[in-house]
Structures are given as structure tokens and as C-alpha cells.
């Protein structure tokens, strides 16, 4: 437990809610796949209508992020309102430029699948998890990028 608390602890905000949103898509990519590829004829048709689709990425990506980042925020809230560094839109751009190729390549598989399969709804929803996964791929580099860089974490207090 000490290690695990040793971890939270050297955790900015920013860091910590990159950790958040990761755990957010995951949830939601969990829930939306298993809606979705629930079906009996799944190759051919989507179990659940595109409209139902966003219902449910919208309400759950809500409610988790809500019920994760209130308190990510409450136990960071010296780092909170600290103003995005150099290091900060480099590492969001770094994330965005990742972020952006997987939903290329996810997105253009996608199409391919299309043609083979020629079921809409099935795009749809398989265009709606590239974009899931994408934003997971972002909030990973985050992470990684920000305990890359600022590890050892020093706060603005100890400086």
C-alpha cells in the first residue's frame, strides 16, 4: 500500500487526471463494446441502434468523469489552477499528434471492414470506439510522457 500511496503522492494534477480519463475510456469502451457486440448475427448487423450508441458513451463518459475527476481534483487541489507550462502543450501536442495516427489508422480499418461487411450501423459504431480508443491512446501518452518527464516530481512548494 505504501508504494501504491508513494505513486499517488508524486502525481501533479495534470498527471493524475490523464490516469483519470484513461480509467474513464476504459469503463466506457467496456460498457459500449459489450452493447454493442452483444448480438446474435454481430458480423453482419450491431445489436444496438447508433442513436442508443451515443446515449450510452455520452451518459457513462458523464457520470465516471464526474465521479472521478471531483475527487482528483479535491486531493490535487494545490497543482489544480497551476497555468499549462512549455512542457505542458508539448506534452499535449505530443499526446494529440499519437492521438490523431491511431484514429487514422483505426478509422481507415474501419472503412475497410466496411466494405467488406456493408453494414452502416456497424461503421458507426466502429468509427464511435476509434474515436474511444483514440482519446485513451492521448490520455496514455499523457501519463507516460508526464511521469517521463517529471519523474522525480518536485511540487512548486519544495523549490
Not at 490523464?18 to 480509467?23: G, K, L, Q, T, Y
Not at 474513464?24 to 448487423?45: H, Q, R, T, W
Not at 468523469?65 to 475527487?71: V, Y
Not at 512542457?87 to 487514422?104: C, H, N, P, Q
Request: charged residues 15%; positive net charge; proline residues 3%.
Amino acid at each position: 500500500m505504501s508504494a501504491l500511496k508513494k505513486f499517488v503522492t508524486a502525481l501533479s494534477y495534470k498527471e493524475a487526471q490523464a490516469w483519470v480519463f484513461m480509467i474513464v475510456n476504459i469503463l466506457v469502451i467496456a460498457i459500449y463494446s459489450k452493447e454493442v457486440f452483444s448480438g446474435p448475427d454481430v458480423m453482419n448487423e450491431a445489436g444496438l441502434p447508433a442513436v442508443a450508441g451515443l446515449i450510452i458513451v455520452g451518459v457513462c463518459t458523464t457520470i465516471f468523469t464526474i465521479l472521478l475527476i471531483i475527487p482528483t481534483a479535491i486531493i490535487f487541489n494545490r497543482t489544480a489552477n497551476d497555468p499549462a507550462d512549455e512542457r505542458d502543450k508539448k506534452i499535449r501536442a505530443e499526446g494529440g499528434a499519437v492521438a490523431f495516427w491511431t484514429l487514422f489508422i483505426l478509422t481507415a480499418s474501419t472503412l475497410i471492414s466496411y466494405v467488406a461487411h456493408q453494414s452502416g450501423d456497424m461503421l458507426f459504431h466502429s468509427v464511435l470506439i476509434a474515436i474511444l480508443a483514440a482519446q485513451f491512446i492521448f490520455a496514455c501518452v499523457l501519463a507516460i510522457k508526464y511521469r517521463r518527464i517529471g519523474a522525480p516530481l518536485i511540487s512548486r512548494e519544495q523549490v
